[in-house]
């Protein structure tokens, strides 16, 4: 394990619904999991009056017996301060200034100062703005580094992305920059850029060639629950295929990498959301939908709302690599399953109804799957199909939620599974001219029952494609019964 630099994490938020159900749960597992640094402080910062106790409390709830509570309290308790002040006044940055200073003296070196900004966009030009003014007043010595953590959503359209990209890198440099997208410190995701490239079986026939389909499902079986306000503004396919969906699609379509580090990464992958296209206007109304589920607008409190629950088109691929294979990914909400996947469809021309299917599970049963044709044993030659499977709920290993791989790649700087300005400017311009066209008050808003998998139209969507949407008949990596 490589050694991280000692580290004060600087929490934004702290009171935060985002804070409570991830961030600190994260760090808890981190501590007993004994990847923080030797010296590491946590500061949260509040205008409510947190006490450190309170901070304590919070992380404790992540216990899983009074012994194991007793452990961490004891070697984080010292560790844990809190700054009460109003993060939209600029005066109030003097006082946290001053305690990570006096940090800076207990420790007795200049330690990493890793921020986690989970605040609303509309705070973050004055918070960037007096963080890199009080950065910049300090002369801290060649060892200390400060790092910025950030939070979708990054921007509502491609113009607010550019203000904000524009904003933040104003304000600190690119190394400095970690723009999360959860998703991405998934295990399974991280694991398809190795099952890729690692294996002379799927690295030879990962292409057009032999591909010819990719599915994209992200389907949630809960509705909007009390969220209106916030999903009022953002929508099924903003909130999951301009951000999510589309940085998962470039992990299954880029080309290899120079290498696997982060830049090289960063660098085939805006290549490949750069020859992703959108369907043309004209084709919009064939190869997009967007659907509400029934309900939606009382639970909304607003009558006339237009904003889709559910979300799906169909992109295609300007390279030689993918040129011919149609993309579809869909997104809902109150569908009947909770499941996010990737189906990549394995057939050839010659015998179109003889098919592969590769799954690439991200939640839940996390895992990654092959349905094959063998013969049945016996004297009839008669075919069954079945699954070879690599699940991860068959492992011992211990798989770290999302969260505390992203804090833990924040803490030893390396900014391969973060999102880069350029890959978010790629995804809204795949993306805006879908919304642009769904602004239309002609353009068709279908509707679907609660725990269906959304509207039938989606169907024709998949159909034009000659494919079908996969349900809850396709089973990935379930507990098999004795």
């Known amino acids: 394990m490589e050694k991280i630099a000692n580290t004060v994490f600087i929490l934004f938020g702290l009171t935060g619904d985002l804070a409570k159900r991830k961030i600190l749960p994260a760090i808890y597992h981190l501590e007993r999991a004994k990847l923080l640094p030797p010296t590491f402080y946590l500061v949260g910062i509040s205008r409510k009056g947190v006490s450190p106790d309170d901070v304590v409390d919070l992380l404790l709830r992540n216990a899983e017996n009074a012994d194991e509570a007793s452990m961490v309290r004891a070697s984080l ?22 305690h990570l200073h006096a940090l800076d003296l207990t420790a007795q070196v200049p330690l990493t100062r890793l921020f ?46 550019q203000h904000l990209i524009n904003l933040i890198e104003a304000s600190f440099s690119p190394s400095q920059i970690y723009r999360i997208d959860h998703y991405l410190a998934k295990e399974t995701v991280q694991n398809i850029l190795a099952f890729r490239f690692e294996n002379p079986l799927f690295s030879k026939t990962w292409n057009g060639s032999h591909i010819s389909h990719i599915l994209i499902t992200a389907a949630e079986e809960i509705g909007i629950e009390g969220r209106s306000s916030f999903y009022e503004g953002m929508g099924a396919l903003r909130d999951l295929i301009q951000s999510h969906l589309l940085q998962l699609l470039a ?88 499941v996010t996947e990737i189906i990549l469809v394995y057939s050839d021309d010659e015998h179109t109804r003889k098919k592969n299917y590769l799954t690439i599970r991200i939640q839940p049963n996390e895992g990654i799957v092959i349905d094959v044709r063998i013969k049945k044993p016996g004297f009839d030659d008669t075919f069954d199909e079945v699954q070879l499977d690599y699940c991860y709920r068959s492992r011992d290993d211990v798989s770290p939620e999302a969260y505390e791989r992203v804090l833990y790649d924040a803490l030893r700087g390396d900014q391969t599974l973060f999102a880069t300005g350029a890959e978010i400017m790629e995804c809204w311009r795949i993306s805006e001219p879908i919304l642009e066209a769904w602004k239309d008050k002609n353009f068709p808003l279908y509707h679907y029952q609660k725990g269906s998998w959304g509207p039938a139209e989606a169907d024709r969507l998949a159909s034009q494609a000659s494919i079908k949407w996969f349900d809850e008949t396709h089973r990935v990596c379930t507990v098999r019964r004795f």
């Not at 308790?77 to 001053?98: C, G, Q, W």
């Not at 007043?137 to 509502?156: H, M, Q, T, V, W």
């Not at 607003?302 to 629950?309: A, F, I, R």
């Open 251 to 338: 992990l299954i379509v880029m080309d290899r990498p120079d290498s696997m580090n982060a830049q090289d990464i960063h660098r085939a992958k805006e290549a490949i959301l750069s020859r992703i296209q959108p369907p043309l206007p004209q084709d919009m109304e064939q190869k997009t939908i967007r659907a509400q589920y029934e309900g939606y607008r009382e639970e909304a409190g607003n009558p006339d709302s237009v904003v889709e629950t559910y979300a799906a088109c169909t992109l295609s691929i300007e390279s030689e690599t993918w040129k011919h294979v149609p993309v579809l990914i869909r997104t809902g909400k109150a569908l009947n399953e909770k």
């Open 116 to 161: 986690y900004l989970a605040i609303p966009s509309p705070l973050f030009p004055l918070v960037s703005e007096q963080l890199s003014l009080a950065e910049k007043r300090e002369a801290r010595g060649n060892d200390a580094s400060s790092r910025y953590l950030i939070e979708k959503p990054f921007g509502s359209d491609g113009s607010s992305a």
């Open 77 to 98: 308790h010292k560790r844990i301060s809190t700054v009460n002040m109003n993060i939209d006044e600029a005066r109030d940055y003097p006082i946290l200034f001053d």
